[in-house]
């Protein structure tokens, strides 16, 4: 691992307004690494990552790319791009899109190569415009990677894809992080974390709440969710300590918890009707929830401590 990382926020801070979307955030990425920033809509993520790409200054703090200011050229050239929106020249097919994003990188893939690895071979001839979302982001990843950059931004790359399409991306990621480049991730997806992801980053109120693996982040936070048909009612459950919510969805119980097997035992003591019994570890949404909780009351901690 080389000893500057390379893209760096320390201390970072973006206002718009009165509001400020990154609040003294610090974030390293190594070469040959790929880094997944998680967390809720409006978190921070797309500001980091755009005070990262130069496309906004820092209110404060530092920011570099290849131990550079990210606005410099010189920085910039290694870097290749997919952002939640791109706004694209309809008309123009894709191969000359391709071409024409190659032509501004020093040692471009060969296009071949970058449809290859994007799975857009057969799409090289049609008008960007005419394709459907699903395929116009399988381009925009093309584009992103047609640079060989050492450092790719993917900001949400696998919204709008279907399975097969987003497995395949994800291939195509390993592929690129195995050659030595760097990767920072935006998802909201945690399987997706889970199946690419060295480290997570997790972001609420633009403020690194949780750094490590997705196994720490997963060890963090136990709680799963147990669904059923019951005959009990929502509030004679929502009393046992143990369930942190209970809500009622398409006639079914559905409970939040991080004692799974307790409830489940007290779920068929109480109930012998109980029917369709499901427990799944909770996703993403549970985890912010809780570690924002947990955040939240050590900053309270803090407060009342000084
Ligand atoms: N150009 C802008 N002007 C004003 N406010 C903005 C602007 N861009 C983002 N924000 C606000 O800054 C906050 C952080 O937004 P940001 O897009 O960075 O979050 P995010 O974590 O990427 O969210 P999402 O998961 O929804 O993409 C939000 O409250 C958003 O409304």
């Not at 049609?126 to 640079?147: D, E, M, N, W």
């Not at 409830?263 to 570890?281: G, K, P, S, Y």
């Amino acid at each position: 691992m080389s000893a500057v990382p390379v893209a760096r926020l320390r201390g970072a801070v973006k206002r718009y307004g009165a509001l400020t979307a990154v609040n003294g955030l610090d974030l390293a990425l190594h070469r040959g690494e790929l880094l997944a920033l998680l967390g809720p809509n409006g978190a921070g993520k797309s500001s980091a990552i755009g005070l990262l790409l130069g496309l906004h200054r820092p209110d404060a703090g530092d920011v570099e790319l290849f131990g550079l200011d990210p606005q410099r050229i010189e920085a910039r050239r290694w870097i290749g791009v997919m952002l939640q929106s791109a706004t694209l020249p309809p008309t123009l097919r894709v191969r000359e899109l391709l071409r024409l994003t190659a032509s501004y990188y020093a040692h471009p893939r060969v296009l071949q190569e970058s449809a290859e690895l994007a799975a857009v071979e057969d799409l090289l001839d049609r008008p960007y415009g005419k394709l459907s979302g699903g395929q116009q982001r399988r381009v925009q990843f093309a584009l992103a990677l047609c640079g060989r950059p050492q450092l790719l931004f993917l900001d949400e790359p696998t919204v709008g894809l279907d399975i097969e399409a987003r497995q395949a991306l994800w291939a195509a990621i390993r592929r690129l992080v195995g050659e030595g480049c760097s990767v920072l991730l935006t998802t909201h997806y945690l399987e997706e974390a889970e199946a690419l992801a060295d480290r997570v980053c997790v972001m609420t109120h633009g403020r690194a709440i949780h750094e490590g693996t997705v196994d720490e982040l997963r060890a963090r936070v136990g709680v799963k969710r147990i669904r059923c048909i019951s005959t009990l009612l929502p509030e004679t459950v929502a009393a046992w300590p143990e369930v942190a919510e209970v809500r009622v969805e398409g006639g079914r119980l559905q409970l939040t918890t991080a004692e799974a097997e307790v409830v489940v035992l007290r779920l068929l003591q109480n109930d012998a009707w109980l029917r369709e019994l499901e427990v799944q570890r909770a996703g993403l949404a549970e985890a912010f929830t809780e570690l924002t909780r947990d955040a939240e009351a050590s900053s309270s901690d803090q407060r009342e401590a000084a």
